[in-house]
């Protein structure tokens, strides 16, 4: 036959005890992975910010391309030989312009 063991108030707090410490455990478990979380988040936004620092240097540098380009295509020197060499039209003299009324 077991004997039982009567249940006193040193078993209660000794309970208490334990489970007041499983707590504070599970709670600076959950505060540590919360940093950790926040720090790999830091470092993963700090790659993205770089990798669109670059594409936005490239994208730049293209757009100064492009404008250079654009300037040069308006250039009244480049239209003048194409409208005369390739599309056969020659300046008007000034004498035979007309003004509109």
């Not at 790659?47 to 380009?69: A, C, D, F, P």
């Amino acid at each position: 036959m077991k004997r039982q063991r009567a249940y006193t108030k040193d078993d209660f707090f000794r309970n208490k005890t334990v489970l007041r410490i499983l707590f504070l455990v599970a709670f600076a478990s959950t505060l540590c992975l919360f940093y950790i979380w926040s720090r790999v988040q830091i470092v993963q936004t700090g790659y993205e910010l770089n990798i669109l620092r670059s594409k936005q240097h490239l994208l730049e540098e293209e757009n100064r391309r492009l404008k250079l380009e654009v300037a040069t295509l308006k250039s009244p020197t480049r239209l003048s030989s194409i409208a005369t060499g390739k599309l056969g039209m020659v300046a008007t003299p000034i004498n035979r312009v007309q003004a509109l009324e």
